[in-house]
């Protein structure tokens, strides 16, 4: 794997990780409606990551992509793992 691998996968995810607080009662209800990549809980709420191509609804805030953004897309099936990978290891 070249160095910049990692760097240009997160890029790509760049528009399409976005974010919302939520009350931890309506986790279950989000993640049937949206492909939530990651939460965690802030202040009493629950921070959650959702992984879309446009934005899921006016409550959502556009983030800026990170590591964590791409492994926990990857891991939830949310990327083509065998096109990741590949780019990955490109010379």
């Known amino acids: ?6 760097a240009a996968l997160v890029e790509e995810l760049n528009g399409r990780i976005w974010k919302r607080s939520i009350p931890p009662t309506e986790l279950a209800a989000y993640r ?6 990651s939460m965690r809980r802030f202040a009493g709420q ?4 959702v992984f879309s191509n446009q934005q899921p609804d ?3 805030e556009l983030v800026t992509a990170d590591l964590e953004d791409l ?3 990857t891991i ?4 083509q793992p065998a096109a990741t990978a590949a780019r990955m ?3």
């Open 71 to 73: 492994y926990f897309a």
């Open 89 to 91: 290891n490109r010379p």
């Open 76 to 79: 939830k099936g949310f990327l």
């Open 58 to 60: 006016s409550s959502f």
């Open 32 to 37: 049937e409606r949206f492909q939530v990549i």
């Open 46 to 49: 629950t921070l959650i990551h």
């Open 1 to 6: 794997m070249t160095v910049g691998a990692p």
